[in-house]
């Protein structure tokens, strides 16, 4: 199975300020017939469903603030959230669906500093 | 809209079984892989189960191997999960998740159905 590890376990930043998740993958997540990295992030709040965020380890889903970005290839990707806003605390996972067992990171709580 | 709406979860007892349900609505439910995930309390999120569009391939994680089985309606427009010999580590919201295409992520996500295994 290939093992997803995000760092930190959980992150305070300041509104305004950046936010940097990282994820590590335990196998390369990029196929090479069609050069793309199979990781999507989502944002979880309290009390609601995993949000999709980004897909293709950088491809930003429609209707989702351009200040969130991924980027990343093989095995080391991050999601940076530019300028945090109030409605960013949340709990972030990224997800890798290379192979199956489809795996998720263990997950990074975003809290205001 | 698209929508995902899971029911069916409740408290039972170990050893004993549950089917959830998800209803589908939307999209053209025929045309997508649908998925299972749970998320134990305050834990992180763990994947179920696949399936394909007509039903034909299952992919399932080890721990729910011969215990769980996923199914769907497609003119019902429903996904299903029979959940058998119930664990108290099952406990967990159970989400389904439409799958865009063939090894992709998975969006959207329906508001989940909780599942309690308790004596």
């Known amino acids: 199975d290939i093992v997803m590890t995000q760092s930190p376990d959980s992150l305070a930043v300041s509104l305004g300020e950046r936010a940097t998740i990282n994820c590590k993958s335990s196998?390369?997540?990029?196929?090479?017939?069609?050069?793309?990295?199979?990781l999507a992030w989502y944002q979880q709040k309290p009390g609601q469903p995993p949000k999709l965020l980004i897909y293709?380890?950088?491809t930003r889903e429609s209707g989702v603030p351009d200040r969130f970005s991924g980027s990343g290839s093989g095995t080391d990707f991050t999601l940076t959230i530019t300028s945090l806003q109030a409605e960013d605390v949340a709990v972030y996972y990224c997800?890798?669906?290379?192979?199956?067992?489809?795996?998720f990171g263990q997950g990074t709580r975003l809290e205001t500093k | 809209e698209v929508q995902l709406v899971e029911s069916g979860g409740g408290l039972v007892q170990p050893g004993g079984s549950l089917r959830l349900s998800c209803a589908a609505s939307?999209?053209?439910?025929?045309?997508?892989?649908m998925t299972w995930v749970r998320q134990a309390p305050g834990k992180g999120l763990e994947w179920m189960a696949n399936?394909?569009?007509?039903?034909?391939?299952?992919y399932y994680v080890d721990s729910v191997k011969g215990r769980f089985t996923i199914s769907r309606d497609n003119a019902k427009n429903s996904l299903y999960l029979q959940m058998n010999s119930l664990r108290v580590e099952d406990t967990a919201v159970y989400y389904c998740?439409?799958?865009?295409?063939?090894?992709?992520?998975?969006?959207?996500w329906g508001q989940g159905t909780l599942v309690t295994v308790s004596s």
């Open positions: 196998q390369s997540l990029l196929y090479t017939s069609n050069n793309m990295n199979y």
């Open positions: 939307g999209f053209r439910f025929s045309r997508y892989w």
């Open positions: 399936i394909k569009e007509d039903g034909s391939e299952k």
């Open positions: 998740a439409r799958v865009p295409s063939t090894n992709s992520w998975f969006d959207p």
């Open positions: 293709w380890a950088s």
């Open positions: 997800q890798q669906y290379y192979t199956s067992p489809i795996t």
